[in-house]
């Protein structure tokens, strides 16, 4: 679809999107690309523009090209998933950085006997199916990376494998109803994981912590093994993280208990100067502090570290009915040749939905931090971008600029899931021409005529001798638009003070718009 077709399909789009309960502001859509799934939880976008995804509850990865449907053979099909509970299944998909060249698939899942969460990896390949190609993971290609997270209760598993700009592989694990682990650096809970996996062996295996272990992991000089995995502690149930590729960092929604939801930020990478954000080994805070506030466990777990760090955003859960859940959307960053790219305002701002009520937040940056950002025309209601966005759990933002967002289901009714994306349906304006001044005759005799384009008012118009001095400024009064959008106008070969100058050259030069053209004018008497 070109993007000249975008005006033909902005009414359908948004008359779709708003009969299924979903609003964002004017000039925006949200379009359907993959209905009926069942209880889709993650999605992957693949460089050939294939969409991954997991479901939940069946075990199943699998794999469709937007306007045509999902391959029918699955990309893998796990058996030990555990599905009790309602948070345990299959909960994360990420594909290698260096895909195809690595053709590894990673996923993130609760499993049983015993009751685990394991980490592992797959290898990919295309199988000639007889109208084409499927992507299929081999079963036999299983690579643990980490298979001995524990999984005591139902709840807090976290949820998210994802690569980041350093090419490391990021694992979010939520405290397993254990809130004091979630200070306790050699317990894999309530931490977000940083692993190396670049080089392991192909094939099937087993990695050794050492293995999978960065060198410059915050922990890395302690003497336990889980430690030096760790990249940051203090979560309750991270579920799902998004990497910001431009400033290198990670953007985490933290599930909250009893009074917020959370939304923090991790520094990945230190640039000059250093960021106010917290940087590799932060400790946000859980148990102690719930967001900003004291946590309902905070003189259970012993005393309070120092140094805790705050949120980016945060919002009181109490005043939702039903529930509330933060889900990380991320920072959208446009690609600048998308097909949807959003408009340059969205530069750098932070997403984030609610899986209950549906509202999707969107924070400019403000300051050190960011802000809530201003309400937009056609906004659904003060504060929020966006609604509808229930039982929407992941988010990932494509090269053609769209937000693609995965969606469980659509009033929790059965096989109803969705894989979909919000396009911004605004055409980009039109270029603008380059700014040139054209010259007749020439040689000028006695003067000579100006022809501008490209040009946006308001403007300067002067000559110059060769040696950069003013002769003549031509007020734009003096010269007429015309109905192809140029101006003309002339000079009549005299100075700022009417005097007539000696014939040579001299040049014409145009400022518009912050942009500079000039022309020779070789002049005659």
């Given amino acids: 679809m070109m993007r000249a077709a975008v005006p033909i399909l902005i009414a359908l789009l948004l008359a779709a999107s708003r009969a299924a309960g979903q609003v964002v502001p004017s000039g925006f859509a949200v379009e359907p690309l993959a209905q009926g799934l069942n209880s889709p939880t993650a999605l992957q976008l693949m460089p050939d523009d294939r969409v991954l995804f997991a479901e939940q509850f069946t075990g199943r990865v699998r794999v469709f090209v937007p306007g045509f449907p999902v391959q029918s053979t699955p990309v893998l099909q796990l058996t030990d998933v555990t599905t009790d509970g309602g948070e345990r299944g299959l909960l994360g998909v990420a594909l290698d950085p260096e895909y195809p060249t690595r053709p590894y698939l990673y996923v993130h899942y609760t499993a049983g006997l015993p009751n685990r969460i394991r980490i592992a990896r797959f290898t990919l390949a295309n199988v000639p199916n007889g109208d084409g190609l499927d992507l299929v993971a081999d079963p036999l290609s299983r690579y643990e990376l980490?298979?001995?997270?524990?999984?005591?209760?139902?709840?807090h598993n976290g949820g998210t494998v994802r690569f980041a700009a350093d090419g490391l592989l990021y694992v979010s694990l939520g405290e397993?109803?254990?809130?004091?682990?979630?200070?306790?650096?050699?317990?894999?809970?309530?931490?977000i994981l940083r692993l190396d996996v670049s080089k392991l062996p192909p094939g099937s295996g087993r990695a050794f912590r050492g293995q999978i272990t960065p060198f410059d992991n915050p922990f890395v000089s302690r003497p336990d093994s889980n430690a030096r995995l760790v990249v940051a502690l203090g979560l309750r149930n991270p579920f799902r993280i998004q990497p910001d590729p431009v400033r290198r960092w990670l953007v985490i929604g933290d599930v909250g208990d009893q009074a917020r939801e959370e939304l923090d930020v991790l520094v990945l990478r230190l640039p000059t100067p250093r960021p106010a954000q917290p940087e590799m080994g932060?400790?946000?805070?859980?148990?102690?502090?719930?967001?900003?506030?004291?946590?309902?466990?905070?003189?259970?777990?012993?005393?309070?570290?120092?140094?805790?760090?705050?949120?980016?955003?945060?919002?009181?859960?109490?005043?939702?009915?039903?529930?509330?859940?933060?889900?990380?959307?991320?920072?959208?960053?446009?690609?600048?040749?998308?097909?949807?790219?959003?408009?340059?305002?969205?530069?750098?701002?932070?997403?984030?939905?609610?899986?209950?009520?549906?509202?999707?937040?969107?924070?400019?940056?403000?300051?050190?931090?960011?802000?809530?950002?201003?309400?937009?025309?056609?906004?659904?209601?003060?504060g929020k971008w966006g609604t509808g966005f229930d039982a929407v759990s992941d988010w990932a933002l494509f090269r053609d600029g769209a937000f693609y967002f995965c969606r469980q289901s659509i009033g929790f009714a059965a096989n109803s899931g969705v894989i979909g994306r919000i396009i911004n349906t605004t055409p980009p304006p039109?270029?603008?021409?380059?700014?040139?001044?054209?010259?007749?005759?020439?040689?000028?005799?006695?003067?000579?005529?100006?022809?501008?384009?490209?040009?946006?008012?308001?403007?300067?118009?002067?000559?110059?001798?060769?040696?950069?001095?003013?002769?003549?400024?031509?007020?734009?009064?003096?010269?007429?638009?015309?109905?192809?959008?140029?101006?003309?106008?002339?000079?009549?070969?005299?100075?700022?003070d009417g005097r007539a100058v000696h014939p040579g050259l001299f040049v014409a030069r145009v400022e518009s718009a912050g942009r500079t053209a000039a022309a020779r004018v070789p002049f005659l008497r």
């Fill in 146 to 155: 980490i298979d001995d997270i524990p999984d005591q209760a139902t709840n």
């Fill in 282 to 382: 932060a400790d946000y805070g859980w148990p102690f502090l719930e967001g900003s506030i004291p946590g309902r466990f905070a003189s259970g777990c012993g005393p309070v570290p120092p140094n805790l760090s705050d949120p980016e955003f945060e919002y009181d859960r109490t005043t939702q009915l039903g529930g509330a859940a933060i889900i990380a959307a991320g920072a959208y960053w446009p690609t600048g040749s998308g097909l949807y790219d959003f408009p340059p305002e969205y530069s750098g701002n932070l997403f984030a939905n609610d899986y209950y009520s549906g509202t999707l937040y969107r924070l400019e940056p403000f300051g050190s931090g960011f802000a809530p950002a201003p309400d937009v025309p056609g906004q659904p209601a003060p």
């Fill in 430 to 496: 039109p270029p603008t021409p380059p700014l040139a001044i054209a010259i007749t005759p020439v040689p000028a005799v006695g003067g000579a005529n100006l022809v501008l384009s490209g040009v946006i008012a308001p403007f300067v118009l002067t000559i110059h001798d060769l040696n950069g001095r003013r002769v003549r400024r031509i007020p734009e009064s003096d010269l007429q638009l015309t109905p192809g959008g140029k101006w003309r106008g002339a000079w009549d070969g005299r100075d700022d």
């Fill in 176 to 191: 397993d109803a254990q809130p004091c682990a979630a200070q306790d650096t050699t317990a894999l809970r309530g931490k």
